[in-house]
């Protein structure tokens, strides 16, 4: 095998790592102007590549902020986010059609293109074999071309080369024991998951953030390992994997490139070191197989594998295994509140813009707060279980419902802003009663605008607002809490990390995670289907209180619908396939704790709109066995126990649960905050509730 340096020098397909244009590459004029284009933020400014060229172009930039200790590069370039969130059209897409047609015509032309392909990979063949990738990758263009008549001509002109195709997106994930997670499809080829922009039902070209989402979400399906539940929907944006200093693209050499081969591959590459959760193929339509291959098997035999397209990514990990480790391990416990500097690529003589290097050791916990606050933390307890507490009834939490109310989807990042949070709370009341959709009915058209990204620091105001309105004495509660804090106690699965303050003799508990909502995402589409007249830029929430043992609880809960005859709450869930319910202990507790009379579960379709198959009601009381909600309870009790012992009178404490490798399972702590990130991390404060009318007892 030749070394690294001779093997780079050996590939048949030239890489250049820049961003680039859609452009017609056929006129330069045409090609310098698109590029200006495409760089519309001003910040940039490319120079035009010789055709016979093998080297990078050389990419004028605005001087970066460069650490003196690595030389600036000028042939280096920075994708942010404007780029990754772009829904610009390729200008040779529009030259393809007449120029008698306007931009949106030419949008739904190429939206019914997706939609007749899309009705192809649907058909079955008489034995009833579904339609696969690859048997439509056979099927002449005339069979598309033929269902277009005036435009017919175009269509096939679009066919011959389809530019959307031939830029193909996605991640490539890779972890510690240095594999890369690969698919394997029907014609033997192996690549991250990566697939090519569509139209929405807007005729609106998806951002490359929402095709990784989209691609990966409809190829690959997570599993935990010990339980066996399937997660349909595995949020990219919320584990950190889709930050944009982790994203670079390869070019192809313009002139190696045929009609139908891809041209631009663009990557997020981020670690995946998660011990609880598997992934698997979703369906077998497209792909055969998945599965983690290690670095030297890729490199060494690439063209048996027939990974050349991924190559350059992989020689790029390879080379970075070490930085990128610990670089982007780093920069998940500082929730990309680090500061982003570029760092030289050698291998690739490239710059890409990661964070500076740090002389950090590898965390141990992952968790959206910096390592180095538990580490300055002044007290560190380890949660055990106390023996003399007595195994806690379920049936005595008897969840009461004190007061609905609504809040705005989208709220304050300032999370203690008293006032801007009370203008986020209506005071006049919207109700999502239910109403049962038909079965084969189409599910809502996607609406623009749909991704929604919540503010890094989770909120306990909308608690506190809504129970000074409605005259609740808060202080006959010994816990106060989002339904989501108990809720991840009491399953003692995966890691979380929460806030917990006592004030007077009440304890309150705040998680930190990142959240986001996709509104597109059929699980909410199902719920607008549901509840037709609600407003769903609205939030329907409850105070309900309970009692654990002998803790008096306050907690909010989300409710998606609402019974009409009982006004009571409704859990509503969406599946494509699987069981209707795979993860019954999480539905049942949610639902429990939140007063739920039932959940409702919808099967739908995988085709765009989807349509209903199915619907089934599931009563709460029937989901799991008494046997496991007593388990459930107990351990709540005893962390609820474990945090009044030992929290300290206004005092910051953090309870996490995190997978410590070196006893090689997950454990409890709570650790009581150093003054120097109190600032930082409280969320409640007497002056507070003071400030709401709630004064000290």
């Known amino acids: 095998m030749p070394n690294r340096r001779e093997f780079k020098n050996d590939r048949k397909t030239p890489v250049d790592w820049s961003p680039i244009d859609y452009g017609d590459y056929g006129n330069k004029e045409e090609e310098e102007e698109e590029e200006e284009e495409y760089l519309f933020d001003d910040s940039y400014a490319s120079e035009q590549i010789t055709s016979n060229s093998n080297r990078r172009p050389i990419v004028k930039t605005k001087s970066p902020v460069v650490p003196k200790s690595l030389p600036e590069q000028s042939n280096s370039v920075h994708v942010d986010e404007k780029h990754l969130n772009s829904r610009r059209v390729p200008k040779r897409i529009y030259r393809l059609f007449s120029e008698n047609k306007s931009k949106t015509e030419v949008m739904e032309i190429l939206k019914e293109i997706q939609d007749e392909e899309d009705r192809l990979l649907q058909l079955k063949d008489t034995d009833g074999t579904a339609t696969t990738s690859q048997m439509l990758s056979s099927f002449p263009r005339q069979v598309i071309g033929e269902h277009f008549k005036r435009d017919e001509k175009q269509v096939l002109n679009y066919l011959e080369t389809p530019v959307l195709k031939r830029f193909q997106y996605g991640i490539l994930l890779f972890n510690s024991e240095r594999q890369?997670?690969?698919?394997?499809?029907?014609?033997?080829?192996?690549?991250?998951?990566?697939?090519?922009?569509?139209?929405?039902?807007?005729?609106?070209?998806?951002?490359?953030?929402?095709?990784?989402?989209?691609?990966?979400?409809?190829?690959?399906?997570?599993?935990?390992?010990?339980?066996?539940?399937?997660?349909?929907?595995?949020?990219?944006?919320?584990?950190?994997?889709?930050?944009?200093?982790?994203?670079i693209e390869k070019r192809l050499n313009r002139n190696n490139v045929q009609n139908d081969s891809i041209e631009q591959v663009g990557l997020f590459i981020s670690l995946f070191d998660d011990p609880i959760l598997k992934f698997e193929l979703r369906d077998r339509r497209q792909n055969q197989t998945c599965q983690w291959i290690s670095i030297d098997d890729l490199l060494k035999h690439n063209q048996s594998l027939q990974c050349d397209l991924i190559q350059p990514f992989v020689e790029y990990v390879e080379s970075r295994m070490f930085d990128l480790t610990n670089q982007f391990q780093h920069l998940m416990n500082f929730n990309n509140d680090v500061q982003q500097k570029p760092l030289e690529d050698v291998a690739a003589n490239q710059t890409i813009n990661t964070p500076y290097r740090f002389s950090l050791a590898k965390p141990k916990r992952c968790l959206p707060i910096s390592d180095d606050i538990f580490s300055r933390a002044s007290q560190c307890i380890e949660f055990e279980i106390d023996n003399n507490l007595a195994v806690v009834d379920y049936n005595n939490y008897k969840p009461e419902l004190l007061v609905s109310f609504n809040i705005t989807q989208r709220v304050p990042t300032d999370h203690m802003n008293i006032g801007q949070y009370d203008q986020c709370i209506p005071h006049r009341l919207e109700i999502p009663y239910y109403d049962q959709p038909r079965v084969n009915s189409t599910f809502p058209n996607r609406i623009r605008k749909a991704f929604i990204r919540q503010p890094k620091k989770t909120s306990i105001l909308p608690i506190l607002i809504a129970a000074q309105r409605h005259k609740i004495d808060i202080h006959k509660y010994d816990v106060i809490s989002e339904r989501n804090s108990l809720t991840k106690i009491a399953l003692n699965r995966a890691k979380y990390v929460m806030g917990v303050t006592k004030i007077g003799t009440t304890l309150f508990l705040r998680r930190h995670d990142k959240r986001s909502m996709d509104l597109n995402a059929n699980g909410f589409r199902f719920e607008r289907m549901c509840s037709r007249q609600y407003d769903q830029q609205l939030n329907f929430k409850q105070l309900i209180e309970g009692q654990i043992g002998d803790f008096a609880t306050l907690i909010t809960a989300q409710a998606d619908a609402v019974h009409r005859p009982t006004h009571r709450a409704i859990e509503l869930k969406c599946r494509s396939s699987g069981k209707n319910i795979s993860n019954s202990t999480d539905f049942w507790l949610q639902a429990f704790l939140g007063a739920t009379q039932s959940v409702i579960v919808g099967i739908c379709t995988n085709e765009e709109p989807p349509r209903l198959k199915n619907i089934r009601e599931y009563p709460t009381p029937n989901i799991i066995e008494d046997e496991v909600k007593s388990k459930l309870f107990t351990h709540l009790h005893q962390v609820l126990h474990f945090l009044r012992n030992n929290v300290n009178q206004d005092e910051l404490h953090l309870l996490s649960r995190h997978y410590d490798p070196n006893l090689g399972k997950y454990v409890l702590y709570l650790y009581k905050v150093a003054h120097q990130d109190e600032q930082h991390l409280t969320f409640i404060t007497q002056a507070m509730l003071t400030k709401l009318g709630f004064h000290s007892k």
Not at 188 to 206: S, V
Not at 211 to 237: G, M, S
């Open 180 to 247: 890369i997670l690969m698919i394997q499809n029907h014609q033997g080829i192996w690549n991250p998951p990566i697939g090519h922009r569509r139209i929405n039902n807007n005729f609106q070209l998806e951002t490359i953030i929402e095709t990784v989402f989209r691609v990966f979400n409809t190829q690959i399906c997570a599993k935990h390992q010990f339980t066996d539940e399937i997660f349909h929907f595995y949020d990219l944006h919320d584990n950190q994997h889709t930050d944009s200093h982790k994203y």
